[in-house]
């Protein structure tokens, strides 16, 4: 089993900056990639941003391209969503998620909440 806990949310005014960590506890033996999603109120949780299990290899959604970066700390088992120029339309729970080799998304974490105010 592999657990996951985001921290770092809260509020912030538009134009602001927010960095999110996602550590991972369990099998993290395994050579997971890592995304973070995010689910804003009355509407499905969607993509935000992935990478590989090395690093090397980055996607975003296009909402964010150009504002956000994901990274990840294998030594400390932990993977970052870097924020940055917030929008009020980020507003959202954002939770991360570990994809196994070869299949979806399967270990999600609690989530933390991302407030920007105009």
């Known amino acids: 089993q592999v657990q996951l806990v985001e921290s770092g949310g809260g509020l912030v005014q538009a134009g602001g900056s927010l960095r999110l960590s996602c550590v991972v506890s369990?099998?993290?033996?395994?050579?997971?990639?890592m995304g973070w999603f995010r689910q804003a109120p009355g509407k499905e949780r969607r993509f935000v941003a992935a990478?590989?299990?090395?690093?090397?290899?980055?996607s975003y959604a296009d909402s964010v391209k150009g504002r956000f970066t994901i990274s990840r700390d294998n030594a400390k088992s932990t993977v970052y969503l870097q924020m940055n120029s917030l929008k009020p339309e980020d507003t959202a729970i954002y939770y991360c998620a570990a994809q196994s080799p070869g299949r979806s998304y399967d270990y999600w974490g609690q989530g933390t909440q991302v407030t920007v105010s105009s």
């Open positions: 369990g099998r993290t033996s395994r050579p997971y990639a």
């Open positions: 990478i590989n299990w090395s690093g090397g290899s980055t």
